[in-house]
């Protein structure tokens, strides 16, 4: 666990200068701790040296019209973060990451720098009306890069510019003597989150199917909910310690492709439908730290897999799970890629748009576990105290009067008011740790109330999650990591980010007196 208060190190000191295109260019996966795709990047500068600040990263957005709009954004969470964490910034440079691939008549690397070249204008005019020059606009596709701001074809030729092999580089070298490696792909990260496309997958389906119409009318009992939540909860650990007694497989293809055999068809999908349950899902989220976490987090991947189908929406329940523990746990990017799926996947779930801006900001996530670790702790403190009640309970005396008809069913009247109480006062409490859990997030980091358009994604089709989503601004060193050296000076934490989206809450249910109903 990462403190944000710590000292930073000697090896901080350490100052690398970029000086060129190429330079810049390589350095971006060392900036952001990852290698980003269909990315737009903010990176801000500060001081007469141009000294590395905070930085804000968002998916590029399908249609041309909304750039302005994104561009506009990207500036304001820029400076706005800058301020907050540091001083305004001075002057930024900005990456447009995108391959031919990504859309259909792109057959080069040049034809996506000629197609981006309006989504570069915005950003220089937007951050330009906030005082914040934009030095260098730099493009990365199909392995060479472009520079919208140098005219001179002699180093900046039309057919663009090799990137530098990888390693080479002068700051490839400082970051590896320092202890820094660069994390996997987005797209490597995306695939051990997609759901599968193999044979496997029509039996998985039908393992959902069966499992929903078991469970499902007895989550809606009031007699089973509690059960299917127990059973769940207990499911959920009795694979956690299978997974915890495999042993240790460093290929992750190989190490993904193992538990998947580890966990059957019919475990995954009461999983999936017992986690669909919010109280469910907040008491998995308990286990986000010491020994419980990494098996959680390979339990949450393997579950994002099996949600195949039309399931596919309900892989927002393990992908938000999968993103909180990795994020918890100092993996930043894994964490943004899982919470930007599970938008994808159901773009209103309330979980989701709670963790979203936080993780993409790169707070510190200790507020949340704090909450999580008191609602523990309470649960467990209620439990030990009921069996206690049970245990002293006093028999009921032998000679007590038997009730009357009419007293027996005025008394199950009363039991029926009492339980609907019950259920209105749980409901309420649930309402009220989820406005905790808010409250603590927005405290922490400081977003406006309501997210602005375009830091989530917009509802999209099943097959958009093998796409890069609308991940936003990242830092450079994962949590629990040696610090890379300064290029230009420290780089400071990763500013910006949407703001908290609106919750989703259970409509609590208000009877009117009896007479009335």
Known sequence: MTNHSEPADAIDETVVTLR?????????????GFQPENSVVLIALHGPRGRFGGRVRLGIPDRPEDWPCVAGQLAQCLVSGSEKREARPEGAVAFLCQEPEVFAGDTSG??????????????????????????????????????????????????????????????????V??????????????????PWRTGAASDQERALHDAACALVPRILDDGGHAEVAEETIGLARHIMER???????????????????????????????????????????????????????????TLARRCVGEYRQHAAAPLTLAGWVAWSLGDLAEGQEALTMALISDPQYAFALLLHPACSADEDPE??????????????????????????????????????????????????????????????????????TAAAIKNSTGSPEGTPPGDVPEPQSTDDLDHAGAGVGVRATPRGRRRS??????????????????RNRRDTIRRGPRDQR
């Open 110 to 175: 040049r034809q996506v720098m000629e197609r981006l070249r309006p989504l570069a204008q915005a950003l220089r005019t937007q951050c330009g009306g906030l005082d914040v020059p934009v030095l260098e606009v730099v493009c990365v596709s199909d392995g060479r890069f472009w520079t919208y701001c140098c005219p001179d074809q002699r180093c900046c030729p039309p057919e663009g510019t090799p990137l530098l092999p990888a390693g080479t580089s002068v700051l490839a070298a400082a970051t």
């Open 20 to 32: 060129t295109p190429a330079e810049l260019a390589d350095a971006l996966p060392y900036l952001l």
């Open 367 to 436: 507020p949340i576990r704090r909450i999580l670790r008191n609602e523990r702790s309470q649960r467990d403190g209620a439990a030990a105290q009921g069996q206690q009640l049970d245990h002293g309970a006093c028999p009921k005396p032998v000679g007590a009067k038997q009730e009357s008809a009419e007293g027996s069913k005025g008394t199950a009247e009363t039991q029926q008011e009492t339980a609907e109480a019950r259920k209105e006062a749980a409901t309420a409490q649930e309402e009220a740790a989820e406005a905790q």
């Open 243 to 301: 997974l915890a007694a495999a042993p240790p497989i460093p290929d992750t293809l190989e190490a993904d492709v193992y538990d998947d055999e580890l966990i059957g068809h019919d475990e995954a999908a009461a999983l999936i439908l017992g986690l669909q349950d919010r109280t469910t899902r907040d008491r998995a989220a308990e286990w986000m730290e010491g020994e419980e976490a990494a098996p959680a987090l390979r339990l949450w991947r």
């Open 485 to 502: 050296p300064r290029t230009s000076g420290p780089g400071s934490r990763a500013v910006g980010g949407a703001g908290t989206g609106p």
């Open 177 to 194: 003597y320092a202890g820094f490696q660069v994390g996997p792909s987005q797209g490597r990260i995306r695939a051990r989150l997609t």
